[in-house]
């Protein structure tokens, strides 16, 4: 069963920055997508970045382009999102999510995702 903990949200002013993590385990293939996605109040869940495990290739949405960096420690099977510039639309609950392909990482989609963490809280305000 794949477990996903995420850890890092909190309260930021605008500009500011976090890091988000990800600790993943119990993935029985070496070959998978990791992702984060946020919700924020009344709207819908969407995909911020992805990462591939198998090739390390990245999407990221184009309201996070040149912002936020995704990256991934394979040894301690952590996934990081490194926010920069945070603004107040960032606010949201940030979840990481993983799907059982390498490939999936270029779309990023939530329908894609198998597994969910239950979520960490991003607030970004003055």
């Known amino acids: 069963q794949v477990q996903l903990v995420e850890s890092g949200g909190g309260l930021v002013q605008p500009g500011g920055s976090l890091r988000l993590s990800c600790a993943a385990s119990?993935?029985?293939?070496?070959?998978?997508?990791i992702g984060w996605f946020r919700q924020a109040p009344g709207k819908e869940r969407e995909g911020v970045s992805c990462?591939?495990?198998?090739?390390?290739?990245?999407y990221y949405a184009d309201s996070v382009q040149g912002r936020f960096t995704i990256s991934s420690d394979t040894a301690k099977n952590i996934v990081y999102l490194q926010m920069s510039s945070l603004k107040p639309e960032d606010t949201a609950v940030y979840y990481c999510?993983?799907?059982?392909?390498?490939?999936?990482?270029?779309?990023?989609?939530?329908?894609?995702?198998?597994?969910w963490g239950k979520g960490t809280l991003v607030t970004v305000s003055s």
């Open positions: 119990g993935f029985t293939s070496a070959y998978y997508t």
């Open positions: 990462i591939s495990n198998n090739n390390g290739g990245t």
């Open positions: 999510a993983s799907a059982p392909s390498v490939t999936l990482f270029r779309l990023c989609r939530v329908e894609d995702m198998n597994y």
